[in-house]
């Protein structure tokens, strides 16, 4: 079954080291998207992609980074993590609209604590 | 700016109760909205609403939304314990200027936090 993962589940690093999350769907989606979720804001869009090479960045994008090398693949990269970015993160891709899917799929998340 | 409000942020009754949630927002060039469940791990998709008046069903659930005054609510019926969740609205605005006709982007409300106690 098609399905779309992150890793690692949990993380928990040190202020000023940088970190990578990994996110891979196999649904062969061409828009994929990076939130992350605190308490009283909902989900908030970092960064998102619309295709291979292409990034653009969301509401919330300072300090963090994302490449698209390839269809399945998006990593969101902490440059210097803070301790502002201890937060659930996650991962979601979405058809093209052109085929008449709407639905965004949300890979199980990562928690993030930063010391 | 996009803006999407949700109200409740939190709301218990009793198991059996009827509850409604609602979400507002303010949009550009508004397209569609979505409603998703979120247990204790990823948002899983409920609903997705793009006309005025036509109510949108699945069991206990269902959802409407009004375009003119820009909300959508969320019925649950006969609520049972197994509905205690963080509700979260999106709203989804057409993407200026134009980009790739299959990109999508999704602006989320806070969420409202409901629990069922039996």
């Known amino acids: 079954d098609a399905e779309i993962t992150q890793s690692p589940r949990h993380k928990i690093t040190e202020t000023g080291r940088q970190v990578t999350l990994a996110c891979h769907q196999t649904?062969?989606?061409?828009?994929m998207f990076w939130y992350r979720q605190d308490l009283g804001h909902g989900l908030r869009l970092i960064h998102y992609?619309?295709?291979?090479?292409?990034?653009n960045k969301g509401e919330v994008s300072d300090g963090y980074s994302v490449s698209r090398s390839n269809t399945e693949d998006l990593p969101l990269t902490l440059e210097s993590a803070a301790s502002s970015q201890t937060s659930v993160y996650f991962c979601?891709?979405?058809?093209?609209?052109?085929?008449?899917?709407?639905?965004?799929?949300f890979g199980p998340g990562t928690r993030l604590t930063v010391t | 700016e996009d803006k999407v409000v949700q109200s409740p942020l939190s709301l218990v009754v009793h198991e059996g109760d009827t509850v409604t949630l609602n979400c507002s927002y303010e949009?550009?060039?508004?397209?569609?909205l979505l409603w998703y469940k979120q247990e204790k791990k990823a948002p899983t998709f409920l609903f997705m609403l793009?006309?005025?008046?036509i109510e949108k069903k699945s069991g206990r659930l269902s959802s409407i939304l009004d375009k003119k005054e820009l909300f959508s609510i969320l019925n649950i019926t006969a609520t049972q314990t197994g509905d205690s969740a963080v509700y979260l609205c999106?709203?989804?605005?057409?993407?200026?200027?134009?980009?790739?006709?299959?990109?999508?982007?999704?602006?989320f409300g806070q969420g409202t936090r409901l629990t069922i106690n039996p």
């Open positions: 979601a891709s979405s058809d093209d609209r052109t085929s008449g899917s709407y639905e965004q799929y």
């Open positions: 649904w062969n989606h061409n828009n």
């Open positions: 992609s619309y295709g291979v090479q292409d990034t």
């Open positions: 949009v550009t060039n508004f397209r569609s």
């Open positions: 793009t006309s005025s008046g």
């Open positions: 999106a709203v989804e605005a057409n993407l200026l200027p134009p980009v790739l006709e299959g990109a999508q982007k999704l602006v």
